[in-house]
């Protein structure tokens, strides 16, 4: 009676055949001369060496892309944070710097009036201007001081000591300037060089006109017109305007006179009080 040899397949089947196999090669290759079993072991990782050398190149791969994504999109987020920290800081260099402006503006300001103006007694009050009517009717500006400052109604404002204007409405904390370019406003004063008497007179634009100059007053361009203290509310000799254009018109009794003021007051950002 033949009996059939088992095959290979039926035996990989068989747990305890698939195991007793793999401990008997294990003491095999265990107990087999050194040379051979490199050979062995050689020959068996040797088709699937192109596998590995695949994996681990995939795996670097994919392992450097990932730290080449996170590396930029730190250097992504640490760029932004420097660079909204350079605009704060250029922001705030330009806030200093400003600030700076305007106060050796204010100092520089206060320093002129006081030393070419050693007759007035009373100390200037600086202000700032926070305020503008730019209406066809009237010229004035809105300056950050008032009463509890100091401050009263017909107490006349300068800049680069040059007149300005004088206050019309005083309240605690703010006061309004009417300008001498202000139709309404009439500021008596000389001209420098003839000495003749004027009023310098506001025209709602940039120029100011002077009044009641007469025809045979010998006036040219480049004159220059002081204040009067005829009034007492303005004290002499102080800077109002220039004379740009004159002319006699007919048989007229007086001069038609265009002087232009001094300060130009949208250029400036703060003024001097001065207390009458």
Excluded at 72 to 85: G, H, M, Y
Excluded at 126 to 153: C, E, L, M, Q, W
Aim: glycine residues 6%; positive net charge; contains cysteine.
């Amino acid at each position: 009676m033949r009996t059939s040899t088992p095959s290979f397949g039926s035996l990989i089947k068989n747990p305890l055949a698939t195991i007793i196999i793999l401990l008997s090669i294990s003491l095999v290759l265990l107990f087999l001369p050194p040379k051979l079993s490199g050979r062995i072991k050689a020959t068996c990782v040797a088709p699937v060496r192109p596998l590995q050398w695949a994996t681990c190149f995939c795996s670097n791969s994919v392992s450097n892309f990932f730290d080449r994504v996170i590396s930029s999109w730190q250097d992504a987020r640490v760029r932004n944070r420097l660079e909204e920290q350079t605009t704060q800081l250029k922001n705030k260099i330009v806030e200093q710097q400003d600030a700076i402006y305007k106060l050796q503006n204010k100092l520089t300001n206060l320093s002129k009036f006081q030393t070419e103006n050693k007759n007035i007694k009373t100390n200037p009050i600086p202000a700032d201007i926070i305020g503008y009517d730019t209406s066809n009717f009237r010229k004035s500006i809105t300056i950050n001081v008032g009463s509890k400052h100091g401050v009263k109604p017909n107490d006349f404002i300068v800049s680069n000591n040059a007149l300005v204007g004088r206050t019309t409405k005083v309240s605690e904390g703010s006061s309004v300037v009417q300008l001498i370019t202000d139709p309404a406003s009439r500021v008596p004063g000389r001209v420098l060089q003839t000495r003749e008497q004027v009023i310098v007179e506001g025209n709602a634009s940039a120029f100011c006109s002077l009044k009641y100059v007469p025809r045979w007053a010998k006036l040219k361009k480049g004159d220059e017109i002081v204040s009067s203290d005829i009034g007492g509310v303005y004290p002499p000799s102080l800077p109002i305007a220039t004379i740009v254009e004159n002319e006699v018109q007919g048989g007229s009794l007086f001069q038609s006179v265009k002087a232009l003021p001094k300060v130009n007051i949208s250029k400036i950002e703060s003024v001097l009080v001065i207390t009458n």
